[in-house]
């Protein structure tokens, strides 16, 4: 019973680092997805020049779409943002329109940024040296992307470690489990050998024992894990609207069963058979 | 059937258990092992069994070097070997047919082959009448029967059996040993060790005497000399 215990909780463990791991890699993709570079141009930059930038930039096969937001339109979603702080509108009234206008590039794969970044940097290089220099400036958000990536690695590492210390916790309890069901039917085990029995016949019966260890407790934790997957989407729609655990998990399910009942099964046969090795000797 | 070359096995500590044994046993042969506590008779049973390794020298059954059988060899050795011992070693929970039956699906014999060969074995130690009782309610003659019975029904070609009359009074003594003949007489090869002059002298078969591990008798038709 302990053992079905410790590896339901590995078991139940294992399956919330991969549905965890699948949460990481959906808010992963989401944010690549709005990862964009946006070029700010100077207020005195003629439309003629920025938009043949944006022909340009288009004709790169790296670019998937190109979004041109005029200095007008700036200045209105500038508005539309600050509409309620009337100082703010009223410097703006004095100042006149300070924006410049916009290109929002999208990349057709995130690894593709680098390359139009520097596309647009030499182009930006180029002007500064003449007059024409059009670019105030390039941002994009790599560094988010960077970061979330170091961020995901490292949790992978955290979890991989946990996983480990668990998994070994487990198979360590379930030997003794075994042991014990082995030291109890001693008795058993000598007849047996002194008669005969084969290998099989003797050690069958534990390696049994283990691997049903592994399906209840695989079972256990697929149920476990279904509250588990209702609480945490209950507890980030707030945060994160991205990704819902629970559908994933239901649309999933088949494979998380597999894999949990796969590792149950294993961790069973591994325990039961080093406490054979160890106890159970023909 | 059996050929010990050599034989010695040292215990740690330097306890001797067996020095340079060499003694053949014929198919179809009664030969009885007296000696002290500690001369070494248990530890050749269990060489013949393939329980306990010997330090140096080779013991063989048939052709077979039984300590170079492989995991998968040796249980089929013991499957033509049978053994009685003199704490019986029953399982308590099981009855006196359980038992038996137990030992012939432990050797992968059929549920049909357990259901009419164990009735006869029974009946054949003289417990027809006591199939379903469980060990603590026989006595210790009768347990040793079904001992004797759990050893011969895969019918083995050898039969060992440490002290069986241990514990036992006169008359179940004497009763014992008068199956062991029959099962002699149908051909079993037996080895017997024993503590009673009176078993020795009523077999009038070959006896080994053992002493501090060393065979130093090994009459043809045999008394208890010690």
Redesign the interface.
């Known amino acids: 019973m302990a053992s079905v215990l410790t590896l339901t909780v590995t078991l139940f463990v294992l399956g919330s680092l991969l549905l965890g791991s699948a949460f990481l890699d959906s808010t992963l993709n989401n944010i690549q997805d709005k990862v964009d570079i946006s070029v700010t141009f100077l207020p005195d930059a003629s439309e003629e020049a920025v938009l043949s930038l944006k022909e340009s930039v288009v004709l790169l096969p790296e670019v998937s779409a190109v979004e041109y937001v005029s200095k007008e339109e700036e200045l209105a979603l500038f508005r539309e943002r600050h509409k309620d702080n009337s100082l703010i509108i009223q410097s703006l009234e004095e100042v006149g329109n300070p924006f410049g206008a916009r290109l929002n590039i999208k990349a057709a794969n995130p690894s593709h940024y680098e390359t139009i970044a520097n596309f647009l940097g030499n182009r930006a290089g180029e002007g500064a040296a003449s007059t024409d220099r059009i670019i105030d400036n390039l941002s994009f958000k790599k560094d988010i992307v960077d970061k979330l990536l170091k961020v995901i690695a490292s949790s992978r590492k955290v979890s991989v470690a946990i996983s480990i210390v668990l998994v070994v916790t487990s198979i360590m309890v379930t030997v003794n489990t075994i042991s014990l069901a082995i030291y109890i039917s001693r008795?058993?085990i000598?007849?047996?050998?002194?008669?005969?029995?084969?290998?099989m016949?003797?050690r069958g019966p534990f390696m049994v024992e283990g691997v049903i260890a592994g399906v209840i407790a695989s079972i256990f934790s697929l149920i476990l894990l279904y509250p588990a997957t209702v609480w945490v989407r209950n507890a980030t729609t707030n945060v994160y609207g991205g990704v819902n655990l629970v559908s994933y998990y239901t649309e999933h399910f088949g494979q998380i069963f597999l894999t949990l009942l796969f590792s149950g099964i294993l961790l069973g046969v591994i325990a039961s058979w080093l406490a054979i090795r160890k106890y159970a000797k023909? | 059937m059996i050929y010990f070359d050599q034989v010695s096995k040292v215990y740690p500590g330097e306890m001797v258990g067996l020095a340079d044994v060499t003694f053949t046993v014929e198919p179809g042969e009664f030969v009885s092992v007296v000696g002290h506590s500690g001369a070494g008779k248990t530890t050749l049973l269990r060489m013949i069994?393939g329980e306990d390794r010997p330090t140096s020298g080779n013991v063989f059954f048939e052709s077979a070097d039984i300590h170079k059988l492989g995991?998968?060899e040796?249980?089929?050795?013991?499957?033509?070997?049978g053994?009685v011992f003199q704490d019986v070693?029953l399982?308590?929970n099981k009855t006196a047919f359980e038992n038996i039956a137990?030992?012939m699906e432990?050797?992968?014999r059929t549920d049909d082959e357990i259901a009419s060969d164990v009735p006869y074995v029974l009946e054949l130690v003289g417990l027809g009448d006591k199939l379903w009782h469980f060990p603590h309610e026989l006595s210790g003659g009768e347990r040793q029967r079904v001992a004797i019975g759990?050893a011969i029904v895969?019918q083995p070609d050898l039969l060992i059996a440490d002290e069986p009359t241990g514990n036992l009074d006169p008359l179940n003594t004497y009763e014992i040993i008068q199956i062991f003949k029959k099962i002699n007489d149908i051909g079993t090869t037996i080895i017997l060790t024993t503590h009673n002059k009176g078993v020795i002298d009523d077999l009038g078969k070959r006896v080994l005497t053992m002493e501090a591990g060393q065979v130093v008798r090994d009459d043809k038709r045999g008394r208890y000399v010690l």
Do not use: C, H, Q
Request: glycine share 8%.
């Open positions: 008795d058993e000598s007849v047996m050998r002194l008669v005969g029995a084969g290998d016949y003797v023909v | 069994l995991k998968r040796l249980p089929l050795l013991r499957r033509r070997i053994s070693r399982l308590p137990f030992t432990a050797a992968g759990r895969n």
